[in-house]
C-alpha cells in the first residue's frame, strides 16, 4: 500500500472510530478501543482494495501518519482523540506543557478570547504542542488563521483538566479566556 492510501485508510478509520462507529458496525468500550479484527472487516467491507489488510498495515498507517491520530494495543485499535460521539471517553489528567497553542478562524478568535475555548461538537478542546501543528489545524478553517497561545501550565495550577491526546496534541475540557492570548504575527 502507499502513502496515499494510507492516509485514505486513516480517514476512513477516524470517521469510524471517532464519530461513527455504527455505520461501520463497530463497538467502542467506554476508552474507545474495538477490536481489531472487527476493524480489519469494516475496511475491507468500506473498500475492496483493503481485502486482506493486516495489524502490520495499521501499525504502518499509523507509523506514517504525522498526528498519530489511532493507537494498537493487545488486538485493538481506537482513536486518541477527536471524537464527538455522545458520551466521553475516560482520559487520566495530565500536566501538561506551559504553553500550547490552537489555530482558528479570524472569524471565531475574539469570541475565544472573550469567552475561552469550548470543545464544540467535540469532547475535548484540541490544543498543538507547536505553531506549526496548530496553523496546520487553523488552515483547515481559514487560508490566514490566527494563533492563540494558551498559558496550559497556569490554567492546570488553577485546576483546568488536560490530557495528552499523543506526542503533539493535549486535549483540555476548556479553557477559560484568561489562560487565551493571541500571538501577534
Not at 42 to 68: C, F, P, R, Y
Not at 91 to 99: E, K, R
Not at 114 to 142: F, I, N, T
Not at 156 to 181: C, I, K, M, Q
Amino acid at each position: 500500500m502507499d502513502k496515499a492510501d494510507y492516509k485514505k485508510l486513516s480517514k476512513m478509520l477516524s470517521h469510524a472510530l471517532r464519530h461513527a462507529p455504527w455505520l461501520y458496525e463497530l463497538e467502542l468500550d467506554a476508552e474507545g478501543w474495538t477490536p481489531i479484527e472487527a476493524v480489519l472487516s469494516a475496511a475491507a467491507e468500506a473498500n475492496s482494495h483493503w481485502v486482506g489488510l493486516t495489524e502490520s498495515d495499521l501499525a504502518q498507517m499509523i507509523a506514517l501518519s504525522d498526528k498519530k491520530r489511532h493507537e494498537i494495543a493487545d488486538g485493538r485499535i481506537r482513536a486518541r482523540y477527536g471524537h464527538s460521539l455522545p458520551g466521553r471517553l475516560d482520559l487520566v489528567p495530565a500536566v501538561p506543557p506551559d504553553t500550547l497553542y490552537h489555530g482558528t478562524s479570524p472569524a471565531v478568535a475574539d469570541a475565544i478570547l472573550a469567552e475561552g475555548l469550548r470543545p464544540m461538537g467535540r469532547q475535548y478542546v484540541h490544543l498543538s504542542v507547536d505553531v506549526d501543528m496548530a496553523m496546520q489545524v487553523g488552515r483547515r478553517k481559514a487560508p490566514k488563521p490566527v494563533l492563540l497561545v494558551i498559558a496550559a501550565g497556569s490554567a492546570h495550577a488553577d485546576g483546568t483538566a488536560f490530557y495528552l491526546g499523543n506526542e503533539r496534541v493535549w486535549l483540555a475540557d476548556a479553557v477559560a479566556p484568561g489562560y487565551v492570548s493571541r500571538r501577534t504575527p
